[in-house]
């Protein structure tokens, strides 16, 4: 099992930057496949990117591609989502996910996760 708790939220101009930070605790992050989703008020959970357990090129959402790169910082045992070019758009609340199962690809599903963050607020101001 393993514990997620992400930090690095907060209000950010259009047009900023900022960088998430999802702390994984009990197994590396090398051994799961891990996302980030989003959330914004009145809308479904979506996915922004993903990093397969096998080490293979980042999965991204059109939305957010060229944007954000999403990285692990094994060292540290943390999931980072950089996010570069803040649009308003992008505020909601960030989790991460992670899930043991072997899948190939990156899942973009809730339901392909076994294990979230409590999620961490990102606004971006116009």
């Known amino acids: 099992q393993v514990q997620l708790v992400e930090s690095g939220g907060g209000l950010v101009q259009v047009g900023g930057s900022l960088r998430l930070s999802c702390a994984a605790s009990?197994?590396?992050?090398?051994?799961?496949?891990m996302a980030w989703f989003r959330q914004a008020p009145g809308k479904e959970r979506e996915f922004v990117a993903g990093?397969?357990?096998?080490?293979?090129?980042?999965n991204y959402a059109d939305s957010v591609k060229g944007r954000f790169t999403i990285s692990r910082e094994v060292t540290k045992n943390t999931l980072v989502l950089q996010m570069e070019s803040l649009k308003p758009e992008d505020t909601a609340v960030y989790s991460c996910a992670a899930t043991a199962r072997r899948t190939l690809g990156v899942p973009r599903t809730t339901a392909d996760y076994d294990y979230w963050g409590q999620g961490t607020q990102v606004t971006v101001s116009s």
């Open positions: 990093s397969n357990w096998i080490g293979g090129p980042p």
């Open positions: 009990g197994r590396s992050v090398t051994y799961y496949t």
